[in-house]
Every structure is written in structure tokens, then in C-alpha cells.
């Protein structure tokens, strides 16, 4: 049983979440706040009632945890602005839930972050490796929060996930094709970038598959037909840099996995947060100071120049439990897996009823466990495209539960029951 779909209006709020998108991947703005500011005033003018899922409640919670740091912290200025962060993060993510209210909207409002990761971080990527050449020991980047190889790979899972639901669903021919592109394109993308977390993670996420779809023949083969596409266009460096898992060795440091060293100063890294979780267990050393902390743990211990200065922990578990504690990094997980339980529910709900959308439920579903993979070599609690993601997820199966991705036939909305879709385009 589902409510007929409302029709598409574009509102202040809808648009002003689109500014948003665009701001945080082409970084062409400093006009984030008055982005945020328009989503509010969106909010508010359209009026209705507010949700505070358990998410956002969860998340609340991970905000005041994280406040009690201000009580052990070495610089109350450091900690106090990354709460303050955390907190319009939540007042965001609080925005997107309240604005996408209809399969409509949520249709509207993935097709819209696709296009714009397409022009941003995915374009600029395949210009770096095939026309500009300026990769990082061959492996590609962008610019801004997608600088970094693995972090540009992780922040591809999501989109993926998105891109592959869309490309199930979708209906209009243009963007069903665009999506069946995206899906090629972003996973070429990730193996351009030869992160061997954000691979592994993709990995994990394949071998579910078949486990969770219920035509999963089908969705294994064609996975695999378009994942081998993208694997047929990498160079020889991905495999060259994967064959250097082999090496992995905790007592010999990590050291040759790969010839730039990175594993074995990560691993370095690592070491240095485990022993500041170990010490800290209960509160952390204050949010937002973990590389402040790192660079004194470095030369106190007398580490290589390799691994010193305000450096990153590159796990987001690590970061989380450094500076705010084992609870902090509980509370980080719970965020995720309310809203993994809530997608799973609906997902089963949906199983027998309603193909398409089941299918953009469990890719979703299996693209946040790959980025959640993919979380234990990077660092993503602070950024604001990780909550836009968890809102979407939200929404995904809030809106799904109740609503299919397309408008049903006039006959079926009266019956409650699902109509065949008519195609267009």
C-alpha cells in the first residue's frame, strides 16, 4: 500500500539544496552559508510538519559527546570551532530531511547531485589522467576535499550506489543511459585512483549482492559486466598496486606494500592514534585536535620526518576514538546503522511488491557499507558530504516505504496497490 505520487514543484527549497551541491564539489563560491541560509528559509516558508528521525537524534547526541571534550582539551578555540562545524552539519542535514518530502522531490534531488558530481570531482578526474596527466605516482585526484586519491575513491561509493538505483528505476531514456554511464565511469574512476581501501570496500560490496537481490543472477552478471568494463580501461598500475597487498606484513611495518611508502607511514600513523585511544579511552583528547596531538606523539616518540606534523589519522574509527572517545566512535557507528536498520526494513518490505524500488534501496544500502568499508582508511566524520549522504539515505527509504519512484496510474492510486509504469522519453 503506498500514497499516489506528488508532481514535481521547485520550490526555494529544492533549489537552494541544488546551490548547495554545487558549492560543496566545485568549490566555485565561498556562499556555503547563504546556501544553507536559503535551504532554511525554503524549510520554513513551505511549512508543514518537522522530522527529527533517529538519525539526526543520534547524531545530536555524537554533537554533545563530542562538547564534553572541551573539559580535557589542549586548545578550547580548536575544539569549540569543530564543534560548532559539527553543528551546522546537523542544522544541513536537519534542512535536506525536512525539504525532500515526495518521490518526486527525491527523484529530483538524486539526478541533480549525480549531475553535479558528473561535472565536478568525475570530470575533473578524467581530465587529470588523460588529458593533463597530473596524477600522483599514477594515481588520479581532483582538487579540494577530492585531492587525495583515496578519499576522492571513498567519496565515489555513494554516488555509485545512487547512480546504480537510478539506472534500475528511471525511467526517461536519457537519464536511465546517463545513469548505466555513471556507474562505468565512477567505478573506472575508483580504480584510476588505485585505492586499495575504496577497492576492497567495492569488493565487500559485490559479494553481498548476491546475497540481498532478489534477482541476483542478474544483478551479479551485470555488476560484473560493468565493473570488468572498468577494469579492462585501468592501466597496469591498479594491479601493480593491489599485488602489493601481498607484503602486508604488521610485524615488518607494512613496510613494501607499496614504493612511495604510504602503508607503511599510515600504518605509523595508525599506530600513534591506537596508543591516544588506549590513553583516552573514555572522553578522547578533544575533537579537532588529533593532529595537533599526532605531531607531539611524533616527536616525542622520535618518529621518521616521513610521518611528522599536524598530520591526518586517514581512519575515520581512529579519529573519531582518538578525540572523542570509544563512545564517540560508538556513537558515529549508530548514526549509520539507524539509518542501515531502517533501509534494510523498508528493502524487505518492498521485495515482493515493488522491483525497482527495492533495487534502489539495496544498491544504497550496499553502497553505505562499502563507504563505511571504506571509512577505515580515511577520515569523513567532519565532512559535509558524508551527512548529505546519510539525509539521502533517509529519505530514500522514508519516501520509498510509502511512495514508488514514478507517479502510478490513476486506477491503481485509488486501490492502494502499484500500476505498471509507462515509459517516456
Sequence with gaps: MFIPQEKLRLGLGILALVFYLWIIHSYKLAAGDIAVLLLGVGVFVRGGQLRVPGPLRVFALFIIWAGLGLMVTNNAAITFATLLELAKLWVIAFFIINVIRNAAELRFFAIAWLGVFALYPIRGALYNQYICQCTEFGRVAWNFVFDNPNDLAALCLIPLGIAAGVAQVERVKVWRWA????????????????????MLAMGVAAVLLPMTSKRRARDFALLLALMGSA???????????????????????????????SAEARWQIWQIAGATVRDNPLLG????????THRFETLRRGFGYTVRGNRDTHS????????????????YLAIWGSVLVDLRRVRKTLRNTRYGDHQVVLFLELSILAFLVASIFGTYGFLAFTYVAMAYAWLAGSILERESWYRPGRTAAAAGVPAPVMRRG
Design 179 to 198: 545513469a548505466i554511464a555513471g556507474v562505468l565511469v565512477i567505478a573506472l574512476v575508483v580504480m584510476l585512483t588505485q585505492s586499495r581501501g575504496a
Design 231 to 261: 577494469a579492462l580501461l585501468a592501466p597496469r598500475g591498479v594491479w601493480e598496486r593491489m599485488a602489493g597487498l601481498s607484503n602486508v606484513s604488521v610485524q615488518g611495518g607494512m613496510v613494501g606494500v607499496d614504493p612511495e611508502g
Design 285 to 292: 583528547v578533544g575533537v579537532g585536535m588529533m593532529p595537533e
Design 316 to 331: 575515520t574509527y581512529l579519529r573519531i576514538a582518538a578525540e572523542m572517545g570509544i563512545p564517540g566512535a560508538l556513537l
